[in-house]
């Protein structure tokens, strides 16, 4: 669990320094979610309605937080 931490926040002050905050956050934002499908894959475990939605929830803030950037980068240029 440590090294995939430090793994995590070296991939994060990276994004940071290089993007924009909003960009660097979806780095992070989709990790539950990924937890949720391996859970699924090696664990057999099952998935409920509530965790569906959820997954939907964060894929149209991934999609937000991108479109938001990308909108604020056309203004500035």
Excluded: N
């Excluded at 926040?9 to 949720?36: E, G, Q």
């Amino acid at each position: 669990m440590g090294f995939v931490y430090y793994l995590e926040l070296v991939v994060w002050f990276y994004a940071v320094k290089h993007v924009d905050v909003s960009v660097a956050s979806s780095i992070t934002t989709p990790w539950p979610v990924v937890t949720m499908i391996l859970a699924t894959i090696v664990l057999q475990e099952m998935i409920v309605g509530y965790q569906i939605l959820t997954m939907v929830f964060v894929a149209i803030s991934i999609y937000g937080l991108l479109y938001a950037g990308k909108k604020k980068r056309a203004a500035l240029a």
